[in-house]
């Protein structure tokens, strides 16, 4: 066996149990028919006598066949098919062994399938191949699923946000109607809200967002740019402190909080100049005249 066919069973994912089996069972053929060894597994081709022309054929493609069922097996599995003496009967073994439980797997998948919901943050076109997967693995036992039925289960199954595409699905041609145009469909549906959700959100952060229409600075709006003519030769902002209403300074710059005035006896606003004392008077004009304002 050459390297290409060996890289061709180790995508043969391992038969471990049961609900694996199905799905083994179909990939395996598939080998055994593309090396022409279906008809040796199916045991349509018998052992020819030792000695005659054919036998070292026979033994050479057999040995194939094993090394193709062997190879994709689990240990546990395995060791049911240690005693089998060709690949016939090798792969008769596991057949008896786990198509045993083929009717309840059926009842599962068939639960499954009808209980079916859409998973919240996964796109289209997986959650469509979810659903065609289970028909796939209840073909293979046998139970086929209608297409139909598939497509009726795909649109009952779509979010709240995809509930207008039922009325725009009746109205397509009856020969129209298969699930590889419906999933094609619904692929460019969700590619076209996808981008118009991303539209949106730019749109609505752009409204949110104010800035300045004068010098289009988001760091403040255009009254900041309303200077008065001491301000103006210096570029500097006239926007007054609400205190004292002087420019050059902002409230929550200025350190001194006059509390319990001797003359009033009461707390007394920063802004207040007429009621503060001589003594505070003279801190705050000492603090105004400073060089930080």
């Known amino acids: 066996m050459d390297h290409s066919e060996v890289s061709e069973l180790s995508l043969v994912e391992k038969l471990k149990e049961p609900s694996d089996f199905q799905l083994w069972t179909f990939k395996v053929n598939i080998l055994f028919k593309s090396q022409g060894l279906y008809s040796i597994v199916c045991g349509e081709v018998k052992a ?22 062997i190879t994709p097996v689990d240990r546990i599995p395995l060791t049911h098919i240690l005693t089998c003496e060709n690949a016939f009967s090798m792969y008769c073994k596991l057949c008896d062994i786990y198509e045993r439980d083929a009717l309840q797997q059926k009842f599962y998948l068939m639960q499954e399938f009808f209980g079916y919901r859409y998973t919240a943050g996964v796109d289209l076109v997986t959650h469509v191949s979810k659903l065609d997967n289970l028909v796939f693995r209840l073909k293979i036992l046998g139970n086929d699923i209608p297409e139909n039925m598939l497509i009726s289960r795909i649109l009952t199954t779509l979010p709240e946000r995809y509930s207008y595409f039922n009325s725009a699905w ?23 809200s996808a981008d118009s959700r991303t539209e949106t959100d730019v749109v609505a952060f752009k409204a ?5 229409y004068k010098c289009g600075s988001d760091k403040h709006l255009v009254g900041f740019h309303k200077t008065d003519a001491a301000s103006k030769k210096q570029g500097v902002s006239a926007v007054k402190c609400f205190s004292y209403q002087k420019t050059r300074h902002m409230a929550w710059d200025f350190p001194i909080k006059v509390k319990n005035c001797s003359i009033c006896k009461k707390n007394q606003p920063r802004g207040n100049r007429l009621l503060l004392p001589q003594k505070h008077e003279q801190e705050i004009a000492g603090y105004l005249s400073g060089g930080r304002l």
Request: hydrophobic share 35%.
């Open 208 to 212: 949110v967002m104010k800035k300045c």
């Open 170 to 192: 009746e109205s397509t041609p009856v020969e129209s109607k298969t699930v590889a145009n419906l999933t094609a469909r619904l692929i460019a549906k969700e590619k076209t």
């Open 48 to 69: 020819p006598e030792q000695g005659s022309s054919d036998y070292a054929a026979y033994v050479k493609n057999d040995a194939k066949a094993q090394k193709i069922i």
